[in-house]
């Protein structure tokens, strides 16, 4: 059997509603890739620096990192650090991505900066997975047109699926807009909580509403999925037994069968990377 060339394969996590899971799942996602042997890169978009510092990075440890390597012309690579996972790297965010749109406003191909720092490492990894930030800003607008799949983490509850709504709209103009952008990989509903009624509902109504774009996993509330950030852990180091260790190891199974049912669009998108002899 001829294996599968994932080189360089870009997903982003977004959503501009805050507070969805979209760090939580790059993290966990990330570390997962990681643990079954791939070369990982998360790149953390975010002016938080949630992913850095869920991954144990501290905040003197954050420069250089993404918004040097988009926004100031230091060498992408000079911006990368290991992580304590084997296999998994990581282009810390800092507080200097907070001014990103208006840095970038007068730039030419204002909507390419991240694609053009990525471009250079997409065949040191097998998959780069950006954690976007709570906003459709500028940042946003870069990792969906870098990436070849984004994944939309949603809430299964009423604003959540409102904010849904909005978002594929968004996210279609943006699209036609700059006419380039990646493939819709999916909704995973996070944080389900089945104590309320309410989740159950409006899950179904996802679910309804969103078909097989919506993936079979969930990933249900875990109090352990909450604690590991402040020990600086992904969730297969601080409890890998855990409900949650274990929904985002299925939801990471998934999303590689997705991703390898859709390698043409990949290949493409880039030929010159992706043909697999
Ligand atoms: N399945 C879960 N169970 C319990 N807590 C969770 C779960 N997933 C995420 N959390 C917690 O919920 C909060 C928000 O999650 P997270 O930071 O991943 O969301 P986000 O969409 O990245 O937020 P932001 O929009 O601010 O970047 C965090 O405190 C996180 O630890
Ligand atoms: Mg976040």
New binding site residues.
């Given amino acids: 059997m001829t294996e599968i060339n994932r080189e360089g394969t870009t997903i982003a996590?977004v959503?501009n509603?805050?507070?969805?899971?979209?760090?939580?799942?790059?993290?966990n996602l990330a570390a997962c890739l990681a643990d079954d042997g791939h070369r990982v890169l998360l790149v953390d978009l975010?002016a938080?620096s949630?992913a850095s510092l869920s991954l144990g990075l501290t905040r003197a440890n954050l420069f250089p990192g993404s918004a040097e390597a988009i926004l100031d012309g230091v060498q992408p690579r000079d911006a990368i650090r290991a992580s304590r996972i084997s296999g998994l790297s990581i282009m810390p965010g800092s507080m200097s991505l907070a001014s990103a749109d208006i840095y970038l406003a007068d730039v030419e191909n204002r909507e390419l900066v991240l694609h053009s720092a990525l471009k250079q490492l997409r065949s040191e990894y097998d998959f780069i997975v950006l954690?976007c930030?709570?906003s459709l800003g500028l940042l946003t607008v870069n990792a969906l047109t870098s990436a070849d799949f984004f994944l939309v983490?949603v809430t299964p509850d009423y604003l959540g699926f409102e904010g849904l709504l909005n978002l594929m709209d968004a996210v279609d103009r943006i699209k036609a807009g700059i006419g380039k952008a990646g493939s819709f990989l999916g909704i995973v509903l996070?944080?389900?909580d089945y104590r309320q009624n309410v989740t159950k509902e409006i899950g179904g109504a996802i679910r309804q509403k969103y078909g097989h774009l919506v993936f079979l996993t969930e990933?249900?509330?875990?109090?352990r999925?909450?604690e590991?950030?402040s020990f600086g852990k992904a969730i297969n180091e601080y409890d890998k037994g855990c409900s949650?260790a274990k929904?985002y190891r299925e939801f990471t199974k998934e999303a590689l069968k997705r991703i390898d049912q859709g390698d043409f669009q990949l290949r493409r998108r880039y030929p010159e990377v992706r043909s697999n002899p």
């Fill in positions: 996590l959503n509603k805050g507070g969805v899971g979209k760090t939580t799942t790059a993290v975010d938080q949630s954690d930030p709570p983490p996070t944080m389900a990933i249900k509330v875990n109090v999925l909450k590991a950030p949650g929904a």
